[in-house]
């Protein structure tokens, strides 16, 4: 298969998963204001992120256990009296899970760094796609420009990691979003991270979304 067949496969992946309902049931145990449909493109982000890869990459089995929790909008009280076209005045919080498995740990037996920068990653950039959605877009990731990380304290076998990605900004073309990965087991902050990035533009695949 070429590159260009491969990217088409994967476009058209990604299309599949953006189209298929997440059953009502599923919905129904993901917490938070934000109204179904909203919850429901967050879960199919974050199946769009972990279908690609083959079994055997790197933590794929358990990227792929990774579960939302909550998805809710808030007022942004930093944007309140400056509506712009109804896309300001809003921001997305997204919790998700995911238990830590043996394959995550590194040569010391502590969670990997890697493991952990590879989920910030995908939460907090389908927590852009998903507000970009509520608020009427078309709800597509674009490029990561930088996802800047601080690390806090080590985890071990048997914890839960939460990730609490808050978006701090959908406006003229960049993302922001900020995440808080914390052990739940253990109560204490494992890391922090930024991330910046471009909005897609519509293309007529999108557009048929």
Avoid at 6 to 13: H, P, S, V, Y
Avoid at 14 to 34: D, F, K, Q
Wanted: aromatic residues 6%; proline residues 4%.
């Amino acid at each position: 298969m070429s590159a260009a067949q491969g990217g088409a496969a994967r476009e058209a992946n990604m299309a599949r998963i953006l189209r298929e309902p997440i059953p009502s049931e599923y919905l129904s145990t993901i917490a938070g204001n934000a109204p179904s449909e909203v919850k429901a493109m967050a879960v199919k982000w974050l199946n769009v992120y972990h279908a690609p890869g083959p079994t055997g990459c790197f933590a794929g089995a358990s990227t792929r256990r990774t579960v939302v929790r909550e998805v809710s909008l808030v007022d942004d009280e930093n944007a309140r009296g400056l509506p712009v076209e109804g896309r300001v005045g809003k921001k997305l919080v997204l919790v998700s899970e995911v238990d830590i498995t043996d394959e995550l740990l590194d040569a010391r037996d502590r969670l990997s760094n890697s493991f952990v920068f590879a989920i910030i990653d995908e939460c907090v950039s389908s927590a852009v796609a998903t507000l970009d959605f509520a608020l009427g877009g078309q709800g597509m990731t674009g490029v990561s420009l930088s996802i800047n990380t601080t690390w806090h304290n080590a985890v071990f076998l048997g914890g839960r990691l939460r990730f609490v990605s808050t978006t701090m900004g959908v406006d003229g073309g960049i993302a922001s979003c900020r995440c808080e990965v914390w052990d739940d087991t253990q109560h204490q902050l494992v890391a922090t991270g930024v991330f910046s990035g471009m909005i897609a533009s519509p293309s007529p695949l999108t557009a048929r979304l």
